[in-house]
């Protein structure tokens, strides 16, 4: 149980810090959803939730090594 709620803690702490990256590099926050996107929908895609990370594209595993949602499921 203990390993949950760390787990959980380290993906809000993750998230939270990725939308204050994407809210400083851009100039309004209407601007920084789009950015936003796109980095939640490829880190959805390759959590390995929706089909195996080990049949990804070369250049699709890399990223699923660096996203916090794959260390989730």
């Given amino acids: ?3 949950l709620i760390a787990y ?3 993906i809000n702490v993750c998230m939270v810090c990725q939308g204050f990256f994407f809210g400083s590099t851009s100039d309004d926050k ?3 959803g789009p950015k936003m996107m796109i980095f ?3 880190f959805m895609l390759t959590a390995g939730v929706l089909g195996n990370a080990r049949t ?3 250049f699709l595993r890399w990223y699923s ?3 916090p949602l794959r260390y989730a499921c």
């Fill in 1 to 3: 149980m203990l390993k």
């Fill in 8 to 10: 959980t803690i380290l």
């Fill in 30 to 32: 209407v601007s920084a």
């Fill in 40 to 42: 939640m929908s490829l």
């Fill in 56 to 58: 990804f594209p070369a």
């Fill in 65 to 67: 090594y660096i996203n």
